[in-house]
């Protein structure tokens, strides 16, 4: 059977890679559907629209939402409440999306971990 190739446009997929590779203990999941997780926790993708999502903690999360002019992310009709939309020009911009991929990083190590489901 064939690789699923991502659902993302190419160049976003890219991009998000790009920015992965910031940090290298983090390992891109996903075949359709570009993720990170650690401990069974997601803390960024990009789904088929191409518009990339980064869980941040409280107070990085507002300080960016204000200074890039973006929203919470919407999934599906629903507002993922620690998620934000990255604005397409800052993911291309690797250099100033980078430190908060760091923190959403470390943010993601203190959640609790979530069971894995494979047997």
Do not use: H
Not at 64 to 69: G, R, V
Not at 96 to 102: G, I, M, V
């Amino acid at each position: 059977m064939a690789k699923k190739s991502p659902e993302a446009p190419p160049e976003k997929v890219a991009l998000y890679e790009t920015l992965l590779a910031t940090q290298p203990e983090i390992e891109r999941k996903g075949a359709g559907n570009p993720y990170t997780s650690i401990n069974g926790n997601m803390f960024s993708y990009i789904p088929a629209s191409g518009k990339m999502a980064l869980r941040l903690p409280v107070g990085v999360r507002e300080q960016f939402l204000e200074q890039y002019q973006t929203t919470l992310y919407e999934a599906y009709g629903i507002i993922q409440k620690e998620y934000v939309t990255v604005p397409d020009d800052l993911l291309g911009n690797t250099e100033e999306l980078a430190p908060y991929l760091a923190q959403s990083l470390e943010y993601a190590k203190t959640l609790k971990p979530k069971p894995s489901k494979k047997a």
